[in-house]
């Protein structure tokens, strides 16, 4: 071998080692920040009905507290319009861990909130100001995670290692729910009084690991040739709506589907389950913990094939699935045998959700430039959760208060869902293995 081929093969060696620390930084620190989203989700569906809404009707309890739930997909627009922002001028990094920060001072403070029987009406005003600040925190983060990646790694590898910063989600999502689970096992007076705090207040310890991680990368080549060139957009959101517009809808449409089957699966789901079927707490947090330990492998295999047979191919599918499965989704669960539930809820999001969610990181990125990649695929990704996130557990909730129980009208929702993703399918262009721009 000689001198050359010696050092070109060390250069190859070090930059190999260097975007596997890229990836598994990302994907820490994005499994940080999304089980400090995620607990207020599953305690929405097990707990703030209880602690901080009137006692009385439990349907306007649930549909009070699913209404918490979405704020934080109110603020996720907004923490992506920031973030995006200086994350196009000032660089990726910075804004990371920043909002790690930010995530998790607004999850250790739910933790420490009273609730309606001691402050009353102050008590849900403060738990929707601190959903708030969740959801400004997880809006500006996703986009620098992805980016770190995405504008590192190889065009043949896009697919696969942008999907693997989605893995955080499971990872975090585990977190949540083996912490609920632990103390969802407690009496269920000890679990109403101080357990369902737990998995709250331990979040700050996590939110250190996650920032150390994050102080520790580099900013991205991509950002740093935008500002060798001197090419950083002075306002970037400006400049998408005016010059971008279609990548930016098409980003949203996107999102609408897979976001419904989180929501529903992997949120509304809990709270059918143990209050109009009347299932233990424990079978749904089972069925959330299996589907989330199959994301693990699946989110990666699905950025794998989005590599082999494109990032439209597997979009379509998906869609096909979500409105087909749309009414067997109910009609499984209202068999209430605990292995028929679990496996619904597994299949549910693994394939109405996790296929898009894996292959839309990198998808999303691929559709803006380097100058404003960060605002561009942030915000598409966040509106899009926003309008579906925020509103679906909230219209599931009120459809079957208005349909006296039934939920035909749920499943409707689904298939109008998967048809607006479809048709956002359509309109975006094919980006596997193309360079990006």
């Not at 010059?243 to 999102?255: C, D, I, N, S």
């Amino acid at each position: 071998m000689t001198v050359a081929d010696d050092v070109t093969l060390n250069v190859a060696t070090d930059e190999a080692a260097s975007l596997r620390r890229i990836v598994w930084s990302s994907v820490i620190g994005t499994a940080v920040e999304w089980y400090d989203f995620l607990i207020y989700g599953t305690a929405t569906a097990l707990v703030f009905n209880k602690v901080f809404f009137a006692a009385g009707n439990p349907t306007l309890a649930t549909i009070a507290a699913f209404g918490t739930y979405a704020v934080g997909f109110l603020a996720r627009p907004l923490g992506a319009a920031i973030f995006g922002h200086y994350g196009d001028r000032v660089g990726r990094k910075a804004m990371l861990a920043i909002t790690i920060m930010v995530m998790g001072i607004g999850t250790f403070l739910i933790g420490l909130l009273p609730t309606y029987q001691q402050i009353g009406i102050a008590a849900p005003l403060l738990l929707i100001g601190l959903r708030f600040l969740q959801g400004i925190g997880l809006g500006g983060e996703w986009g620098g995670a992805v980016l770190m990646v995405v504008e590192n790694c190889p065009t043949h590898r896009r697919g696969l290692l942008g999907s693997m910063v989605q893995v955080g989600n499971p990872i975090g999502n585990l977190a949540a729910i083996g912490m609920f689970a632990l103390v969802a096992s407690l009496p269920e007076n000890d679990f109403m009084t101080y357990g369902w705090r737990i998995p709250f207040l331990i979040s700050i310890a996590l939110v250190g690991v996650g920032l150390y991680i994050r102080l520790n990368m580099e900013e991205t080549a991509a950002f740093r040739q935008v500002q060798a060139k001197k090419e950083v957009a002075s306002l970037p959101i400006v400049e998408i709506f005016k010059h971008h517009r279609r990548p930016f809808f098409t980003a949203v449409g996107l999102k609408i589907s897979e976001i419904a089957y989180a929501s529903i699966g992997g949120v509304f789901v809990m709270s059918y389950a143990t209050a109009n079927l009347g299932l233990s707490r424990t079978v749904v947090l089972n069925g959330a913990f299996a589907a989330s330990l199959v994301a693990l492998f699946a989110i990666p295999l699905f950025g794998w094939l989005s590599d082999l047979l494109g990032r439209k191919t597997m979009f379509y599918a998906s869609c096909l699935f979500s409105a087909l499965f749309a009414f067997p989704l109910f009609w499984l669960l209202d068999t209430r045998d605990p292995t028929i539930v679990i496996c619904t809820i597994v299949v549910a999001i693994t394939f109405g959700q996790m296929v898009m969610f894996g292959i839309g990181a990198p998808w999303y990125s691929e559709l803006f430039s380097a100058r404003l990649r960060y605002s561009g695929a942030s915000l598409g990704f966040q509106v899009g959760a926003a309008l579906s996130g925020r509103l679906t557990p909230l219209i599931a909730a009120s459809l079957m208060a208005w349909s006296g129980g039934a939920t035909w009208p749920v499943s409707l929702l689904l298939i109008a869902c998967a048809a607006v993703t479809a048709t956002a399918t359509t309109l975006a262009p094919e980006m596997a293995n193309k360079e990006l721009t």
